[in-house]
């Protein structure tokens, strides 16, 4: 039996989970703004004191790896790397689009279906991959810019439902092509527990020291504006 803490801060979302062998027990979530740095460890202790289980007998911390907000996914590999440091415990890193797919694909079972979990990278954005029914990933994951020929390939011979914080930005231009859009589908502690679990059992671990976030794109920070300097 394991029991292995997931840990997903990837969007606005602090989703907090603790799963037994694949199967979540107990949960916090919260879609508040910019609470991560102070919920997230909350969170952990507030679902393994509702399970009853004592963060030292926690078998290994799983984190969603992005890609997705930079400042989140810090917060999120900080505190997964520093519970993994404190307990000597390994880590695993989970594709934050790779556990959105499977949160839709695990209830449904239908061919020929490709799911595209998008999630918001500013204007017309996204970051985005292609999974099929079994969640094994078709496309990369990539920044795409969406247009008008975005998945024409792919629509040919699939139906494609897609989803997530940058999927509402897209309907205009997805939705005359025939794509589903699936709404108030968010990245989930719940829908890494199985991943989690799978790459646990074959000891698929980080390498703690050397780590880092999938940001998938430079960091850019904002220059603040000062009166009386051009």
């Keep these: 039996m394991s029991f292995i803490l997931n840990i997903e801060t990837a969007t606005q979302r602090c989703s907090v989970g603790l799963a037994r062998d694949g199967e979540i027990i107990a949960i916090r979530e919260s879609d508040e703004k910019n609470i991560h740095a102070s919920k997230v460890t909350v969170f952990s202790e507030e679902v393994c004191n509702e399970a009853g289980i004592e963060m030292n007998k926690l078998d290994a911390i799983a984190v969603s790896m992005g890609p997705g907000s930079y400042t989140g996914l810090r917060i999120g590999v900080s505190a997964a790397k520093g519970f993994c440091y404190a307990l000597d415990i390994p880590l695993i890193a989970i594709s934050t689009l790779q556990s959105m797919a499977l949160g839709v694909s695990a209830s449904e079972d239908k061919e020929g279906v490709i799911y595209c979990p998008m999630i918001d990278a500013r204007r017309m954005e996204v970051y985005t991959a292609l999974f099929d029914k079994h969640n094994q990933q078709l496309k990369d994951i990539e ?88």
């Design 143 to 230: 920044a795409l810019i969406v247009d008008e020929h975005a998945f024409d390939a792919e629509l040919q011979d699939h139906q494609i439902k897609y989803f997530g914080d940058g999927a509402e930005k897209c309907r205009e231009v997805l939705e005359p092509k025939g794509m589903i859009f699936l709404e108030d589908v968010k990245p989930s502690a719940t829908s890494m527990a199985v991943i989690a679990a799978m790459k646990f059992n074959k000891g698929s671990f980080e390498d703690l020291a050397y780590f880092e976030p999938f940001y998938l794109k430079d960091f850019i920070a904002g220059v603040p504006k000062v009166k009386g300097l051009r």
